[in-house]
């Protein structure tokens, strides 16, 4: 997988902090496809999507059609409809998703208030090498992802379009 999109200075110690742990996310695990952090409503807010990566062209051969907009399209449905499913199932809050296809892997997080982390990975992937570095990922984002932070990750990610 391409590494994530380069970090502008011009970003806080906050936000750049939050694109080190994702890039550190994509170095650390094998057999990732890409990586996308969705706020509540369904806004991409960080990606390791090549398309955003200034180095080379895009490649998205290994993830879904399109780019990393369309993983944050997926990660916000399944997110909701898992919160559906266990509002009417009485389960309580959703802590995670996974779908496992012939040709990949999906998994979806929460990170805080509604944000989600998602993962789509290869079929052969250790799901729980994947599971463990996203709850790590989760456990460190979710306490500096405040709406202000939200708001910059979004501008930014508007500007690099």
Same mark, same amino acid.
């Given at each position: 997988? =391409?590494?994530? #999109? *380069?970090?502008?200075?011009?970003?806080?110690?906050?936000? +750049?902090?939050?694109?080190?742990?994702?890039?550190?996310?994509?170095?650390?695990?094998?057999?990732?496809?890409?990586?996308?952090?969705?706020?509540?409503?369904?806004?991409?807010?960080?990606?390791?999507?090549?398309?955003?990566?200034?180095?080379?062209?895009?490649?998205? &051969?290994?993830?879904?059609?399109?780019?990393?907009?369309?993983? $944050? #399209?997926?990660?916000?449905? %399944?997110?909701?409809?898992? %919160?559906?499913? $266990?509002?009417?199932?009485?389960?309580?809050?959703?802590?995670?998703?996974?779908?496992?296809?012939?040709?990949?892997?999906?998994?979806?997080?929460? %990170?805080?208030?509604?944000?989600?982390?998602?993962?789509?990975? #290869? *079929?052969?992937?250790?799901? &729980?090498?994947?599971?463990?570095?996203? $709850?790590?990922?989760?456990?460190?984002?979710?306490?500096?992802? =405040?709406?202000?932070? +939200?708001?910059?990750?979004?501008?930014?990610?508007?500007?690099? +379009?």
């Amino acid at each position: 997988m =391409t590494a994530p #999109t *380069p970090v502008s200075s011009a970003l806080s110690s906050a936000a +750049r902090n939050l694109h080190w742990l994702l890039t550190n996310l994509v170095e650390e695990v094998p057999g990732l496809f890409s990586v996308a952090v969705v706020s509540s409503d369904g806004l991409l807010l960080l990606s390791s999507d090549p398309g955003h990566n200034a180095e080379g062209p895009a490649d998205h &051969s290994g993830g879904p059609k399109g780019s990393s907009a369309d993983l $944050a #399209t997926i990660v916000s449905g %399944i997110g909701s409809l898992t %919160i559906g499913a $266990a509002k009417l199932m009485d389960g309580g809050g959703v802590k995670q998703t996974m779908v496992a296809m012939e040709e990949g892997s999906l998994f979806v997080m929460s %990170i805080s208030d509604g944000s989600l982390l998602g993962v789509h990975a #290869t *079929p052969d992937c250790d799901m &729980s090498v994947v599971a463990y570095h996203m $709850a790590l990922f989760v456990g460190r984002a979710g306490h500096v992802l =405040t709406p202000e932070l +939200r708001s910059e990750l979004r501008q930014s990610m508007e500007s690099t +379009r």
